[in-house]
């Protein structure tokens, strides 16, 4: 089992920075693919970026240059560092992990991003 709390969100203006923590609790983390998904009003879920056990990381093309996942695996904690932050990233951000071996999937309950123009 492993839980994910998600910290770091809020209120920012256009071109601004926000980081996300994800700290995970419960399990051996360093062996999980950590992501950050998030769903905007009235649309479906979507992936943001992630990172593998490894620290091997992908993005996807609407966050790419901007958007950057990390990880401490001392902390137990995934990090998404978010800069030149456009209206259309305002949307509530969810923490997710995974592994291969493990059935389940887990996300943590959700943080606000808000992006005024």
């Known amino acids: 089992q492993v839980q994910l709390v998600e910290s770091g969100g809020g209120l920012v203006q256009t071109g601004g920075s926000l980081r996300l923590s994800c700290a995970a609790s419960?399990?051996?983390?360093?062996?999980?693919?950590g992501a950050w998904y998030r769903q905007a009003p009235g649309k479906q879920r979507e992936w943001v970026a992630r990172?593998?056990?490894?620290?091997?990381?992908n993005c996807a093309d609407s966050v790419k240059g901007r958007f950057t996942i990390s990880r401490n695996n001392a902390k137990n904690t995934v990090y998404l560092q978010m800069n030149s932050l456009k209206p259309e990233d305002t949307a509530v951000y969810y923490c997710?992990?995974?592994?291969?071996?493990?059935?389940?999937?887990?996300w943590g309950q959700g943080i606000q991003v808000t992006v005024s123009s």
């Open positions: 997710n992990a995974a592994r291969v071996g493990d059935p389940l999937t887990y």
């Open positions: 990172i593998t056990s490894g620290g091997n990381t």
């Open positions: 419960g399990s051996i983390f360093n062996i999980y693919a």
